[in-house]
């Protein structure tokens, strides 16, 4: 598995576990609050809000913090804060790209503990640019495998602007432009074909292939800088083999 499937492996990990449910919660909240902000608070008329309320609903964060998220963000209710993104890029243990993508609304703070988790876990943070051209930003819509074959999700998505679909072990995976998430879900949904998941994803045009060691490694330093609440997505060039992840998982 590369760069890709992990994408689908680490966020089933992170939901699994209990100690990461607020922190999860948290930054769902805030991508509500974002997205009401930027493009209206009604989700009929903003996409990206219907989305963002979809996946909050879906990791079970109560209704009425999505609701007052929205009305925080679309400015119905005072109390939104102004949230800023920034990303800040370096090199992890062995040489990994990380890319560090921060929703904050205090540019030092979210500094301090990025600089702080990469310097104590083997990372250095470079200038912007120093591994970013490495990556492209691309939308990713997940589906169960259930009974359907590659090629059925293939038919479904290839008018929607569906670049390709891989297959992850359960479950497949469409990618596209970030742009076409809402018309590849949609051409899933009239297809009956159930969407388990869609999200922007960085994908880097050049892998790293880790063993174990080196696995678990960047899995530490990814766990680090995920427990700053700033920190919203970390993004690696690692790429692990079967072997190396069913190592990591017993």
């Not at 503990?113 to 200038?127: C, D, P, Q, W, Y």
């Not at 670049?163 to 742009?179: I, M, Y």
């Not at 678990?216 to 072997?243: F, G, M, P």
């Given at each position: 598995?590369?760069g890709?499937?992990?994408w689908a492996?680490?966020?089933h990990?992170?939901a699994?576990?209990d100690?990461k449910?607020g922190k999860e919660f948290?930054k769902?909240?805030?991508?509500?609050?974002?997205?009401a902000r930027?493009?209206?608070?009604?989700?009929?008329a903003?996409?990206t809000?219907d989305?963002?309320i979809k996946?909050?609903?879906k990791?079970?964060?109560?209704?009425?913090?999505i609701?007052r998220?929205?009305?925080?963000?679309?400015?119905?209710?005072a109390?939104?804060?102004?949230?800023?993104?920034i990303m800040y890029e370096g090199?992890?243990?062995n040489?990994v790209?990380v890319?560090?993508?921060?929703?904050?609304?205090?540019?030092?703070?979210a500094?301090?503990?990025v600089?702080?988790a990469m310097?104590k876990?083997?990372?250095?943070?470079?200038?912007?640019g120093?591994v970013s051209y490495m990556?492209?930003?691309?939308?990713?819509?997940?589906?169960e495998k259930?009974e359907?074959t590659e090629?059925?999700?293939?038919m479904?998505v290839l008018e929607?602007?569906a670049?390709?679909?891989?297959d992850l072990?359960?479950?497949?995976e469409?990618v596209?432009?970030?742009?076409?998430i809402p018309?590849?879900?949609?051409?899933?949904?009239?297809?009956?074909?159930?969407v388990?998941?869609?999200?922007?994803?960085f994908?880097?045009s050049?892998e790293?292939p880790?063993d174990?060691?080196?696995a678990?490694?960047?899995l530490r330093?990814?766990?680090?800088l995920e427990e700053?609440?700033?920190?919203?997505n970390?993004?690696?060039?690692?790429?692990?083999?079967?072997?190396?992840?069913?190592?990591l998982?017993a």
């Amino acid at each position: 598995m590369s760069g890709h499937s992990k994408w689908a492996t680490t966020k089933h990990k992170k939901a699994a576990n209990d100690a990461k449910r607020g922190k999860e919660f948290a930054k769902l909240i805030k991508n509500i609050e974002v997205a009401a902000r930027t493009g209206g608070g009604d989700p009929s008329a903003n996409p990206t809000l219907d989305d963002m309320i979809k996946k909050a609903k879906k990791a079970s964060v109560p209704n009425d913090n999505i609701e007052r998220a929205r009305k925080r963000g679309s400015g119905e209710e005072a109390g939104g804060s102004n949230w800023e993104t920034i990303m800040y890029e370096g090199y992890g243990p062995n040489g990994v790209a990380v890319l560090i993508e921060c929703l904050t609304d205090n540019r030092n703070r979210a500094a301090t503990e990025v600089r702080t988790a990469m310097s104590k876990n083997g990372g250095n943070l470079g200038e912007s640019g120093s591994v970013s051209y490495m990556f492209t930003r691309t939308g990713v819509v997940v589906v169960e495998k259930g009974e359907l074959t590659e090629d059925d999700v293939l038919m479904a998505v290839l008018e929607a602007g569906a670049e390709e679909v891989n297959d992850l072990g359960e479950k497949f995976e469409v990618v596209c432009a970030p742009t076409d998430i809402p018309a590849v879900r949609d051409a899933l949904v009239e297809s009956d074909i159930e969407v388990d998941d869609s999200d922007q994803d960085f994908r880097a045009s050049l892998e790293v292939p880790l063993d174990l060691e080196g696995a678990k490694k960047i899995l530490r330093l990814i766990d680090a800088l995920e427990e700053s609440d700033d920190v919203q997505n970390v993004y690696t060039n690692i790429s692990l083999s079967d072997e190396t992840l069913a190592e990591l998982d017993a």
